[in-house]
């Protein structure tokens, strides 16, 4: 049967078949191809989208914006500040009323249950744009960013190193384990993902034919990986933590000495962005380098500025399957 997104909210990968998740990526290859021809569909003619942010974001929020522009459609930034949401109004009361104006609603936030809420009462397509838990969307853009480099996902070698249970590691776990790949989270024990999760992911990897590998150690964490994947040691609203991350995890900084002893001959290097590689940034001036050397993050091996202009065509995808004129 033809796949039919149409009026589905992107809230979780778990909501999604291992068909629906390539569906999303072909459409994204597609419309990346449109967009580099010139050519602009115009499939969200006449739409509004709201855009909710209780968080910063440079790429998200760009690739909405321009996304929705390229489409045809309207999109309305509502900031931290602008709003009433949880502050003078809750959030069933700002879904009813969203809902009534926007054809469409994108919601980066704290609490994972704020998008799920914003999702039962809006009766429009709900997509999540980052929560504590998850980062659906910027999978999408790895994945896409994966296919391009190897042709395919089945059975391939993808390490995660550093916090490992944030919601980085927590969406590549769960679509990798969808997708049959042999991946690893790599990180000291005291942050590894919650159980029920890994449960989850090791039930989808029996479905598969994905290995899920959870170690401490770096070596056999990367042996045989092709793509060694990092995100910042302290996520938005942890903050606090930072000093004893930096601690802590310092021995899963990805370094050239790593990507080589992969084994592989062109492994490669991602991050969702933003990344603390040097020391030429406000929160990075006294330490320098975090979770990847500024010689990695430069190196041939580092896809990561493709991976980041894929967040621009894996979010029209997502906007033109659930929302799209058919
Ligand atoms: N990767 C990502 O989500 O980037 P932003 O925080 O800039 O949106
Ligand atoms: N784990 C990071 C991802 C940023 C895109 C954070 O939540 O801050």
């Given at each position: 049967?033809?796949?039919n997104l149409n009026g589905r909210h992107f809230l979780r990968l778990e909501d999604f078949t291992p068909e629906e998740i390539q569906y999303l990526l072909d459409l994204s290859a597609d419309l990346k191809r449109l967009k580099r021809a010139g050519v602009k569909p115009r499939n969200l003619e006449g739409k509004n989208v709201a855009l909710i942010f209780e968080k910063a974001s440079t790429r998200t929020r760009c690739a909405f914006v321009v996304a929705?522009?390229?489409?045809?459609?309207h999109p309305e930034y509502l900031g931290k500040g602008d709003i009433q949401l949880g502050k003078k109004e809750t959030v069933k009361d700002t879904a009813r009323v969203l809902g009534r104006m926007f054809d469409g609603i994108q919601f980066r936030g704290f609490k994972h249950e704020t998008v799920e809420e914003l999702a039962k009462y809006a009766g429009v397509p709900v997509w999540n744009g980052l929560t504590d838990k998850y980062h659906p969307t910027q999978v999408l853009a790895d994945f896409q960013t994966v296919i391009e480099n190897f042709g395919r996902l089945k059975d391939i070698g993808f390490a995660y190193l550093g916090d490992g249970r944030n919601n980085m590691?927590?969406?590549?776990?769960?679509?990798?384990?969808?997708?049959?790949?042999?991946?690893?989270?790599?990180?000291?024990?005291?942050?590894?993902p919650e159980k029920d999760l890994v449960h989850a992911a090791e039930r989808y990897a029996k479905e598969?034919?994905?290995?899920?590998?959870?170690?401490?150690?770096v070596e056999k964490g990367v042996k045989g990986a092709d793509v060694l994947y990092t995100d910042v040691w302290a996520s938005m609203g942890e903050e606090a933590e930072m000093a004893a991350r930096i601690k802590l995890l310092k021995p899963y900084q990805i370094t050239m000495k790593m990507m080589k002893a992969t084994g592989k001959e062109s492994p490669i290097f991602l991050h969702c962005l933003p990344a603390f590689h040097n020391h030429d940034t406000e929160v990075s001036r006294e330490v320098g380098a975090m979770e990847v050397t500024d010689e990695v993050f430069e190196s041939k091996h580092s896809k990561v500025f493709d991976q980041a202009e894929n967040r621009l065509h894996t979010i029209k995808a997502v906007m033109v399957a659930t929302l799209g004129v058919r």
């Open positions: 049967m033809a796949i929705c522009v390229d489409e045809g459609a590691a927590n969406t590549l776990m769960i679509g990798a384990a969808q997708m049959g790949m042999d991946f690893r989270i790599v990180a000291p024990r005291s942050l590894f598969s034919g994905a290995r899920i590998t959870l170690t401490e150690d």
